[in-house]
């Protein structure tokens, strides 16, 4: 049974916008106090953590991705987003949805436990 699932286009070209969506089917997105994060991992590198929204709405992001990153919601369909904008080749990575029962910065292996559910990853390669 799929829990959480990323989907959206593998390919992205350069300076376009990168955009997934993650379905829960694990209980609603709006239970107290979960958050919902978006986390990927470059080639050869560790995991990064991007932003989260949390149940209530509050959305919070990496200081380095800020600029570029938009993360929402869509509660009748118990799912959220990730935009990212301007992408360039760095971008290229496996990207993860998952949640953790409070708000969790995972940097490599540190803090990757404290997340109960994850998507299985979704490709993304940005190349003209």
């Known amino acids: 049974q799929v829990q959480l699932q990323e989907s959206g286009p593998g390919l992205v070209k350069p300076s376009q916008t990168l955009s997934l969506t993650c379905p829960v089917s694990?209980?609603?997105?709006?239970?107290?106090?979960?958050?919902w994060s978006w986390i990927r991992q470059p080639p050869g590198k560790g995991l990064e953590w991007m932003g989260a929204i949390a149940n209530s709405g509050s959305t919070y992001y990496s200081p380095s991705l800020k600029s570029r990153t938009s993360i929402s919601r869509d509660t009748s369909k118990n799912q959220f987003t990730l935009q990212l904008s301007s992408v360039t080749p760095e971008d290229t990575a496996v990207y993860y949805c998952a949640r953790s029962a409070y708000l969790v910065v995972v940097v490599g292996d540190r803090g990757r436990d404290e997340y109960d559910y994850w998507g299985q990853g979704t490709q993304v390669t940005v190349s003209s």
């Open positions: 694990v209980g609603s997105i709006t239970t107290n106090f979960y958050h």
